[in-house]
């Protein structure tokens, strides 16, 4: 069965600092790769995806994600965090439309920022 | 243009009651999806209605049921509540039933005492 692992509950990083949230995939075909960004108490803002092609992509906000099958890993990547950036990271990968073309999401990475 | 409205945004309930919960998707999106989020957890899928038709169901009890609207909005009901209910109801419209990029509302918390 496809499922979405997120290994880090919790990351704290520096205003200013590098981030890398992980998220490992299993899944039998190329999958559809998404990451969401939640606010607390709020829904769910689509930061990025990948369906096909260049395996590094671009988002909002500043995030990028590299796409790489040989480590089933779609990792979220942002080169200076801001304060603002404090909120729950969720990884989903998509099922085909055929099989329902539900959603299927890790547990999340809450991102806290010091200043 | 308004994104996907769910309403109401906050509600409380008795265990053994019913509750409805409704969502209106994106104007033209014509697929609508209901999640449910537990306090800690990623969200998990429990309807995609497409053109009125269910098209897909997670791995929810008989009590969850819903249905789509002909203008495309859609109603998720849950009967004889229990308190492990309580949660995050997210809505999320797509414009097409193939379409996976989802657009999703700011959700209902149902609170179940």
């Known amino acids: 069965a496809q499922s979405v692992t997120q290994p880090d509950i919790h990351i704290t990083v520096s205003e200013g600092a590098s981030l890398e949230l992980r998220c490992n995939y299993s899944y039998g075909a190329t999958p559809y790769l998404f990451w969401y960004v939640q606010s607390p108490g709020q829904g769910l803002q689509l930061l990025l995806k990948?369906?096909?092609?260049?395996?590094l992509v671009q988002g909002i906000k500043g995030f990028e994600a590299e796409f790489k099958r040989s480590q089933s890993s779609f990792n979220l990547r942002k080169p200076s965090v801001h304060w603002s950036d404090a909120a729950e990271y969720f990884c989903?990968?998509?099922?085909?439309?055929?099989?329902?073309?539900?959603?299927?999401f890790g547990q999340g990475t809450e991102l806290s920022v010091k200043p | 243009d308004a994104g996907v409205t769910q309403s109401p945004t906050h509600l409380i309930k008795t265990r053994g009651q019913h509750v409805t919960l409704r969502c209106s998707p994106i104007?033209?999106?014509?697929?609508v999806s209901w999640y449910q989020q537990v306090l800690g957890q990623g969200p998990q899928f429990i309807f995609q209605?497409?053109?009125?038709?269910?098209?897909g169901r997670g791995n929810f009890p008989d009590r969850f049921s819903a249905r789509q609207f002909p203008n495309y909005s859609s109603e998720l009901n849950v009967n004889a509540l229990l308190l492990g209910d309580s949660a995050l109801y997210l809505c999320?419209?797509?414009?097409?039933?193939?379409?996976?990029?989802?657009?999703f509302g700011q959700g209902t918390r149902l609170t179940v005492v």
């Open positions: 104007s033209g999106h014509k697929s």
């Open positions: 990948y369906f096909s092609g260049d395996t």
């Open positions: 989903a990968v998509a099922e085909p439309y055929n099989q329902g073309g539900k959603l299927i």
């Open positions: 209605y497409y053109e009125k038709e269910e098209r």
């Open positions: 999320a419209s797509s414009p097409r039933g193939e379409d996976t990029e989802a657009f």
